[in-house]
């Protein structure tokens, strides 16, 4: 049993380290590899970051920072009353109350580690615990609150490292009959979309619902429902109970699913030494792309300064001298520059006309941004992209 190496993205920074000088001293940088567990299959980074140097009380990030997210939180939370009809929820990553706040009419607990984003649910009344999600906090929530029918979590068991502990927290806080919804990009998806961004310090995993199989095998939990997502690329969304609870049916979707994967050669190593192949070629058409962009003297501006973007910039070594600067919704990015590759941020006022191309850092949110940017296609503008393949569109 044992962690293989198939994939060296390079130095790359903390991804939330969005900085007030584009000088910055004493950048910290770790090296970004991808590795593959032999027994459970799972594609982790080879060395996780320090969970305190990225997880803090600046953390940038606010879930709430598009529509798309926002309306599928809301229809969510609707579909989770209607089919569970719980009368307690806790979130475990909670960021800016996006969720939760959809259950202000039950018991709704909040867990987020970054203080800045857990005085923003405080405010909004809704009880959250400022800390990382670990057996001890499980059990001090369950003394004062008793255990959840649901616990939810949505981008963040990826971000955790000690993933056995994580799930046993959850079946200590977990109702006899309760219920586990998991929610994180699908592995499946980024192997097929070539999407190699959505590795950084913060995704210590990126999932397949074989390795969640696995991981969980021992514990006292298993998977009896998924969905897949479009959000954020492509994610999966996956149910978890306790083995001893028989009010739920284990879905036929669990063995389609994990025959989809098995169909793609995702327990196999040669699939991510194929992948890793792909990545490096993929990086060397995108220079050729903005290479040839800047002969010509066009302009380029990065949209939507994303955690994600950040290993495609450091990466493809891409800096301010393609990209002039990025535009950004979210107001703790604006003003700052992108860790590592130090190019500016602006606050979005929309993208203004001298501009001639736009780096979609936010490729997952292009359907919203094309909606939005309607002026900028007509007249003439264009965007480039890295996923599935580097091309302008
Ligand atoms: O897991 C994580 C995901 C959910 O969120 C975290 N580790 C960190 C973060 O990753 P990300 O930055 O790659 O996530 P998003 O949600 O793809 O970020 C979108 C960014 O683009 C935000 O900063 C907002 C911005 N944006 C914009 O400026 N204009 C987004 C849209 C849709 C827009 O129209």
Not at 75 to 97: Q, T, V, Y
Not at 228 to 249: A, I, M
Not at 332 to 360: E, N, R
Request: hydrophobic fraction near 35%.
């Amino acid at each position: 049993m044992k962690k293989i190496n198939f994939l060296n993205l390079g130095k790359h920074p903390i991804t939330n380290n969005f900085l007030s000088t584009a000088n910055p001293k004493n950048e910290f940088f770790y090296n970004l590899k991808l590795s593959y567990h032999t027994e459970t299959k799972l594609i982790s980074l080879n060395n996780f970051v320090p969970p305190k140097k990225m997880f803090n009380n600046r953390y940038a990030h606010r879930a709430s920072a598009s529509m798309t997210m926002r309306k599928a939180y809301a229809d969510l939370a609707k579909k989770i009353k209607k089919k569970f009809n719980p009368r307690s929820i806790l979130e475990i990553g909670s960021n800016d109350g996006v969720f939760i706040k959809h259950f202000s009419d039950i018991q709704n607990i909040g867990v987020e580690p970054c203080k800045n984003l857990a005085d923003l649910t405080t405010k909004m009344k809704i009880k959250t615990y400022d800390k990382f999600w670990t057996f001890l906090l499980s059990k001090k929530i369950n003394k004062k609150h008793g255990k959840f029918d649901v616990i939810y979590s949505a981008n963040t068991i990826s971000h955790i490292h000690k993933l056995d502990e994580t799930f046993k927290a959850i079946e200590n806080s977990l109702n006899e009959e309760g219920i586990f919804i998991l929610e994180d990009p699908s592995l499946l998806k980024s192997l097929q979309k070539l999407s190699y961004d959505q590795f950084y310090d913060e995704h210590a995993y990126v999932f397949s619902i074989t390795a969640l199989r696995n991981i969980t095998k021992k514990s006292g939990l298993e998977i009896f429902n998924i969905e897949e997502l479009n959000t954020h690329g492509g994610s999966n969304r996956v149910y978890f109970k306790k083995k001893t609870n028989k009010k739920f049916k284990i879905s036929n979707n669990v063995k389609r699913h994990l025959s989809t994967e098995k169909k793609y050669g995702i327990h196999k190593f040669r699939t991510y030494q194929i992948f890793a192949k792909n990545v490096n070629k993929s990086k060397e058409s995108l220079i050729k792309i903005f290479q040839s962009i800047k002969k010509k003297k066009k302009k380029i501006i990065g949209y939507g300064a994303t955690y994600k973007s950040s290993t495609v910039l450091n990466f493809c070594k891409i800096n301010k001298n393609y990209i002039n600067y990025f535009v950004d919704t979210t107001p703790t990015k604006s003003g700052k520059f992108t860790p590592g590759s130090h190019i500016p941020i602006k606050a979005y006022k929309g993208i203004s006309d001298d501009v001639d191309y736009a780096f979609l850092g936010a490729w997952n949110f292009k359907d919203e941004i094309y909606k939005k940017e309607k002026k900028f296609i007509k007249r003439g503008g264009k965007f480039i992209t890295h996923v599935p393949y580097p091309r302008i569109l």
